[in-house]
């Protein structure tokens, strides 16, 4: 059974710092996308960042672009999401996912196919 466990959420102020991981057991995402996605209240579920696989290239939405940074471990399986300057826009229920395809680019939550419980950002003013 493939799950994913994220980790490292809480409550900051604005231009506070927090590290976001996910652990992926049951199989290997080495050549794997993985990827960050967030979910506001009252608002979908929307792509944060993501890396196409362990050693891959990675790519941001454009509102976390030059503050946030996706990195995984050597094997593959544990992903992270460094974020800093964060804003009061950026509270939200962060998922960390893993999909089925192949060294992609993708940025959309169909193209992936497991995901973890979510973990709670709330950034204050």
């Known amino acids: 059974q493939v799950q994913l466990v994220e980790s490292g959420g809480g409550l900051v102020q604005a231009g506070d710092s927090l590290k976001l991981s996910c652990a992926a057991s049951?199989?290997?995402?080495?050549?794997?996308?993985m990827g960050w996605f967030r979910q506001a209240p009252g608002k979908e579920r929307e792509f944060v960042a993501a890396?196409?696989?362990?050693?891959?290239?990675?790519y941001y939405a454009d509102s976390v672009k030059g503050r946030f940074t996706i990195s995984r471990d050597n094997a593959g399986n544990t992903v992270y999401l460094q974020m800093n300057s964060l804003k009061p826009e950026d509270t939200a229920v962060y998922y960390c996912?893993?999909?089925?395809?192949?060294?992609?680019?993708?940025?959309?939550?169909?193209?992936?196919?497991?995901w973890g419980q979510g973990t709670q950002v709330t950034v204050s003013s």
């Open positions: 049951g199989r290997s995402f080495s050549s794997n996308p």
């Open positions: 890396s196409t696989w362990s050693h891959g290239g990675t």
């Open positions: 996912a893993g999909s089925d395809l192949t060294y992609r680019r993708i940025d959309t939550a169909n193209q992936f196919h497991y």
